[in-house]
C-alpha cells in the first residue's frame, strides 16, 4: 500500500470555473477526511465518510463544494463557481472506524493545492 | 473541543533540545497528537497519547500531558536541522463527534 493519494498536487484555474480533487485512501481504512489548509493555519475540517455515507459536513462547506465516495473507496471534492477565497491546499486523510488503535489515528496525503486567479 | 492554540515561532540551535508547547480547551479530549509538516507536504504521525496517561516517550520524543491545565507539549531532544517543520498539536473529543481538531501549528527552526 502506498498511503493516501491526492491527484491533482497543484491546480491553478481562473475564478468561475470548476475543480475536482481525487483522493484514494490507503484500502482498508473505510473512514476518509478532507480538510482545508490556508497559509498560516492548520488544516479545517470539511466532511468526512464512513465507506460511502457522508456523515458529517463542516459548515465551512458551502453549496458549492460536493463531495462524493460512490464505491466507499475513493473520494472526490468538487468545488463549483471558484472564488479566489478558495484557494489553499485541501488535505485527504483516512483512518479505520470502531475502536481499534488505528481509527485513533489519521493517515494524510501531500494534499492537492488550489489557486484560484 | 475547537480551541487548540500553539506559539508560531519557534528557533533552537542544532542539538539543544526543543519544547512545543499546545493548550486545549475540551476537558473531554480522549487523545492528543503532534503532526509533522514539512513544506509541501501533508502532515506526518510523530506520536499520540490518551488521555490517561501523563507522559508518553518514543526515542527523540516526549509527550507530557497536563490534564488539570489542558496543556500539551512535545520535547525533541538532540534537535537536528531535519527536524525544521510545522508541528501541529490535534486533539479528538467525544463532545466534537470525535472529529480531529488542529492548532495553528508552531514553525521550529534549527539553527546549524
Known amino acids: 500500500d502506498t498511503g493516501v493519494s491526492q491527484d491533482p498536487r497543484h491546480k491553478i484555474t481562473k475564478r468561475g470555473q470548476n475543480v475536482t480533487f481525487r483522493c484514494d485512501p490507503i484500502s482498508e481504512h473505510n473512514r476518509l477526511y478532507w480538510y482545508r489548509q490556508t497559509l498560516g493555519q492548520g488544516p479545517e475540517f470539511l466532511t468526512y465518510f464512513q465507506n460511502e455515507a457522508q456523515l458529517e459536513k463542516s459548515r465551512l462547506l458551502s453549496d458549492r463544494f460536493s463531495a462524493e465516495r460512490p464505491k466507499g473507496s475513493f473520494s472526490t471534492l468538487e468545488i463549483q463557481r471558484t472564488e479566489q477565497g478558495d484557494s489553499a491546499m485541501y488535505l485527504c486523510?483516512?483512518?479505520?472506524?470502531?475502536?481499534?488503535?488505528?481509527?485513533?489515528?489519521?493517515?494524510f496525503g501531500a494534499g492537492s493545492r488550489l489557486t484560484v486567479l | 473541543g475547537e480551541d487548540v492554540e500553539q506559539s508560531l515561532f519557534l528557533s533552537v540551535r542544532e542539538g539543544d533540545s526543543s519544547v512545543i508547547n499546545c493548550t486545549y480547551t475540551?476537558?473531554?479530549?480522549?487523545?492528543l497528537y503532534w503532526y509533522k509538516q514539512e513544506p509541501g507536504a501533508g502532515l506526518q504521525l510523530l506520536t499520540y497519547i490518551f488521555s490517561n496517561m501523563d507522559m508518553k516517550q518514543d526515542q527523540r520524543l516526549t509527550v507530557l500531558l497536563n490534564k488539570k491545565d489542558k496543556h500539551l507539549s512535545l520535547r525533541i531532544a538532540d534537535t537536528q536541522t531535519g527536524d525544521s517543520a510545522i508541528y501541529f498539536c490535534?486533539?479528538?473529543?467525544?463532545?466534537?463527534?470525535?472529529?480531529?481538531?488542529f492548532g495553528t501549528g508552531t514553525s521550529l527552526t534549527v539553527i546549524p
Open positions: 486523510a483516512s483512518s479505520l472506524d470502531g475502536y481499534s488503535s488505528g481509527a485513533n489515528v489519521l493517515t
Open positions: 475540551d476537558s473531554s479530549s480522549t487523545y
Open positions: 490535534a486533539e479528538r473529543s467525544p463532545n466534537t463527534g470525535n472529529q480531529f481538531y
